[in-house]
């Protein structure tokens, strides 16, 4: 399973505009929306906010990964999004949140929604993939450093 | 050429998928073998619980997921056992099954020795999350560690093709 494969150039967001943390869950989920995949967005969304509710998706060293699985979609989607300047995501180590994927999953793609955020984790520990990706500027951009992390 | 105490190269052939990819790959790689060489078949498929405790532990998972997760792979390896022994029987093998949890490559080093499979078929498996992670490599570990052939099914072309003119 390649993440540059799963992850569509329209799906991209850079840089996010929004600065709360809901309006940046949503911000996401529109970029979602472009695939195509997403069945029904408030259903969506309010699975975003429930999976939220249990406990903040920011991680450590400025990574967020809100996620749901719902049949609100279709198959895998994931969108990404980079915010430069960080945003205050209620992170795990108290710190801003810079790059977000937000992932998606209907109910029927447990194996493979557990595979790709285990692979968003694995890419993140590369020191290298961290900081090409926050310095990155625009889609092409981006899918080209996922690649470059993958090989 | 040399034999088996059985007297075949391959007499049981053993095939391992934890939900990657490749799944179907790898059962029809083990049937198509299995016709040719009249080789037992058994299919195992392992519940990554590591993979959901690594994720646990890296606050991507709550608790409650890691445990609704680990129920719905289960009911997954349960339907996709179903759906490889269908299709076996579609080709007139029978396929043993079993559905465990774990660590993948230990569950699978333990089955070959149990069941004395001579041939193990494998999809891609993931690493895990971390290099500090005891199933990073869990491709390389079973290679490694494990006291028969391995065959690692990728998707080729052909194999559809192949398959479907088994009789």
Not at chain 2, 22 to 42: H, N, P, R
Not at chain 2, 114 to 141: C, F, K, M, N, T
Request: net charge negative.
């Amino acid at each position: 399973m390649k993440l540059s494969n799963l992850i569509k150039r329209e799906a991209i967001v850079v840089p996010i505009q929004n600065t709360e943390k809901q309006l940046v869950i949503e911000e996401l989920l529109e970029a979602a929306a472009a695939t195509g995949q997403v069945i029904d967005r408030a259903k969506a969304l309010q699975a975003l906010l429930d999976r939220e509710s249990l406990g903040s998706t920011g991680l450590e060293k400025g990574l967020a990964i809100p996620h749901a699985r719902t049949n609100a979609v279709d198959g895998l989607v994931i969108s990404l999004g980079v915010a430069p300047d960080g945003i205050d995501f209620q992170a795990a180590d108290g710190g801003l949140s810079y790059l977000f994927f937000l992932l998606l999953a209907s109910d029927a793609l447990t194996s493979t929604y557990v595979q790709a955020l285990a692979l968003i984790a694995r890419l993140y520990q590369q020191d290298d993939f961290r900081r090409e990706m926050l310095n990155a500027t625009t889609p092409q951009e981006i899918i080209a450093i996922i690649r470059k992390a993958e090989e | 050429m040399p034999k088996t105490q059985s007297g075949r190269l391959i007499s049981k052939i053993l095939l391992l998928t934890d939900g990657s990819e490749g799944c179907i790959s790898v059962a029809k790689y083990g049937i198509i073998l299995s016709k040719i060489t009249g080789a037992d078949l058994k299919a195992i498929y392992v519940v990554n619980t590591e993979l959901l405790k690594q994720l646990e532990r890296a606050r991507i998972f709550v608790k409650i997921e890691e445990v609704d997760y680990e129920s719905d792979l289960e009911d997954d390896g349960q339907d996709y056992l179903q759906d490889i022994t269908e299709l076996a029987a579609s080709k007139g093998i029978h396929l043993e099954t079993e559905l465990l949890k774990g660590i993948v490559h230990k569950i699978a080093i333990q089955k070959i020795e149990e069941w004395e499979a001579d041939l193990l078929i494998i999809g891609e498996l993931e690493p895990g999350l971390s290099r500090q992670d005891i199933s990073h490599d869990e491709l390389g570990l079973l290679l490694r560690k494990a006291r028969c052939s391995v065959l690692v099914a990728k998707e080729q072309r052909g194999l559809d093709e192949l398959f479907e003119t088994l009789t």
